[in-house]
C-alpha cells in the first residue's frame, strides 16, 4: 500500500521559513519522481515542484522558484521541501505526490500538512 505522509508544517511569520517533509512506503521511492502540490481554502490544487528520481532534475512552478528547493533522500525514501521568504499566499494544505504532477494531474497524494503564513 502507498503511503506517503507529510510533516513539518506550522504557523510561520511573512518572511519565515519552513522546511517540509514526506515519508514515503509502500512503492520504490527512488524509481519516481516526486512532486509538490498545495491548496489554498476555496481554490484548486497548484503545482509547486518536481524532482527526477535522482534528483538531478528539478522543476518549479514561477509563483515559488527562487524561495523554495526541493530535495529528496532515496536511502530514507523521503521527499523535502525548503520554503523560504514565506509570503500570506503561501498559505495552503502542503502535499507530496508521486509522479509529474505538473503533466498528468494525477498520482498518490498524502494527507497533507497545513502551513499559515501570518503575522
Known amino acids: 500500500e502507498v503511503q506517503l505522509v507529510e510533516s513539518g508544517g506550522g504557523l510561520v511569520q511573512p518572511g519565515g521559513s519552513l522546511r517540509l517533509s514526506c515519508a514515503a512506503s509502500g512503492f520504490t521511492f527512488g524509481s519516481y519522481y516526486m512532486s509538490w502540490v498545495r491548496q489554498a481554502p476555496g481554490k484548486g490544487p497548484e503545482w509547486l515542484s518536481a524532482i527526477s528520481t535522482g534528483g538531478h532534475t528539478i522543476f518549479y512552478a514561477d509563483s515559488v522558484k527562487g524561495r523554495f528547493t526541493v530535495s529528496r533522500d532515496n536511502a530514507k525514501n523521503t521527499l523535502y521541501l525548503q520554503m523560504n521568504s514565506l509570503k500570506p499566499e503561501d498559505t495552503a494544505v502542503y502535499y507530496c505526490?508521486?509522479?509529474?504532477?505538473?503533466?498528468?494531474?494525477?498520482?498518490?497524494r498524502g494527507q497533507g500538512t497545513q502551513v499559515t503564513v501570518s503575522s
Open positions: 505526490a508521486t509522479g509529474r504532477w505538473d503533466l498528468t494531474r494525477s498520482g498518490y
